[in-house]
Nanobody, 126 residues
Framework: QVQLVESGGGSVQPGGSLRLSCAAS????????VGWFRQAPGKEREFVAA????????HYADSVKGRFAISRDNAKNTVNLQMNNLTPEDTAVYYC???????????????????WGQGTQVTVSS
């Protein structure tokens, strides 16, 4: 079983940047597909980005493509989400999730991930 802890959230002005990290303990995170999801108040949890366990292929929601980048740091057993050019619409609690057995068609489905972190708040406001 893998335990996940997110960090790096905070408050930033529009156009600013943040880097979120998802740190794992108990297992090597490189053997998991890892996704980032977010949930804004009153809205459903939505897919943001994912990186696959095999080959490291990355996937992004259209709303963040070109602004966000997901990557692995295997030495630190983390998966990072670099977020640039943030807008108020990016305000949400961000969660990382992991699963070892996801198929490609399920990678954007939060219900398919077995392990979740507690979330970190990102607020974009002027």
């Amino acid at each position: 079983q893998v335990q996940l802890v997110e960090s790096g959230g905070g408050s930033v002005q529009p156009g600013g940047s943040l880097r979120l990290s998802c740190a794992a303990s108990g297992r090597t995170l490189s053997s998991y597909t890892v996704g980032w999801f977010r949930q804004a108040p009153g809205k459903e949890r939505e897919f943001v980005a994912a990186i696959r366990r095999s080959g490291g292929t990355t996937h992004y929601a259209d709303s963040v493509k070109g602004r966000f980048a997901i990557s692995r740091d295997n030495a630190k057993n983390t998966v990072n989400l670099q977020m640039n050019n943030l807008t108020p619409e990016d305000t949400a609690v961000y969660y990382c999730a992991a699963d070892q057995h996801l198929i490609l068609s399920s990678i954007r489905q939060s219900r398919e991930y077995d392990y979740w972190g507690q979330g970190t708040q990102v607020t974009v406001s002027s």
